[in-house]
């Protein structure tokens, strides 16, 4: 009669058989390397393959000898190719030209002497949120060029939800924005929304803006990364991170690297707030990306006595910058009425955020 094996012989052969999973597993991720990277030539926009992976699921529960049930053996697969599309997709993402991967050092845009990203102090880009008359403009830029802002905002092209809302003066705002930011030693930030407008807003503007409604416009995202003006790349009001940076990474894969992502809050179930600031995302991206990254808290909360701590909070968890709504007499704005700031409640804002924006405070 044989004697039963010890357990201590049964472990070795299940070390053995462990040593032949990992190998077996290893040389299965090779090849599942090889179909991501075939799969990324290919421009196949998703490695996700649902019914590739039914339909090996469906062949191994026909193959199982058992003593698993079908449901386990199912599950340990599952996990395989979850895994499996992990690598694959980190493998492709290395790839990216936003990604710290292809880009370690941080990108810091020099644009006229006014340094954004890296170890520069953080920027504030403040104006109106739309551009309505010379006087509103100079008002705005005067006062704001006397608080130390060195990047004035104004829309000349409004994309408002109602067609019937006021859309923006065009050209003619153009030319006040940029004529009043040079008066005043800024630069200008203003929005271009159609691919056939991006030539005349790169005449005007010394970065140009793609608004979150726009974040999926690729058309337009490829044709401001062939412009010869930096990019404010704002988040889409429902887009994931992911599909945030895949938008920035159109408009690097044209040839202009300066990119600089806009978190400006999201859509969620939260309705105290207009959307919900993702702090996540900002120090997201700072991780896995080299663009400067900056808060837009007008529109993260879409109300007044949230933007101080917000802003707050976007600095310390690595924002390099802050964009802002402030009107000369936000009552009577054309557009975001509810939610800019009129020069006193700008004073209040730079003066709690002055040790972080490392501005002179006031005495
Ligand atoms: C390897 C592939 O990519 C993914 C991973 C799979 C796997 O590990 O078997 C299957 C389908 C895809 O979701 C593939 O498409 O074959």
Known sequence: MT???????????????NRDLLKL??????????????????????????AREDRQLRELEELNPGPFTGA?????????FKASLALEESNDKKQLLVSRKVKKEDTVLDI???????DSPPIIIAGPCS??????MEQTAEYLAGKGVKILRGGAYKPRTSPYGFQGMGVDGLIIGSRVARANKMLFITEVMDTRDVEVVSEYADILQVGAR???????????GRAR???LLKRGLSATIEEWLYAAEYILSEGNNEVILCERGIRTFEKWTRNTLDLSAVALAKQE???????????????????????????????????IEVHPNPATALSDNEQQLDFAGYDQFSDALASMLKLPVRV
């Open 229 to 231: 003006r930096p990019v």
């Open 112 to 118: 006229d002497g006014v340094k954004i990203g890296g």
């Open 214 to 224: 726009n974040m999926h416009n690729f058309a337009l995202l490829r044709e401001v």
């Open 289 to 323: 990306t080299h663009l400067p990254v900056i808060v837009d808290v007008t529109h993260a909360a879409g109300r007044r006595d949230l933007l101080i701590p917000l802003a707050k909070a976007a600095l310390a968890v690595g924002a390099d910058g802050i964009h």
């Open 25 to 50: 597993l290893s040389q299965r991720a090779t090849v599942v390397a090889q179909i991501g990277h075939a799969k990324t030539q290919e421009g196949r926009p998703n490695h996700y393959d649902p």
């Open 72 to 80: 386990t053996v199912k599950h340990l697969f599952k996990e395989i």
């Open 3 to 17: 004697q039963p094996r010890t357990i201590e012989d049964l472990r070795t052969e299940i070390d053995q058989i």
């Open 131 to 136: 551009i309505e008359s010379e006087e509103q």
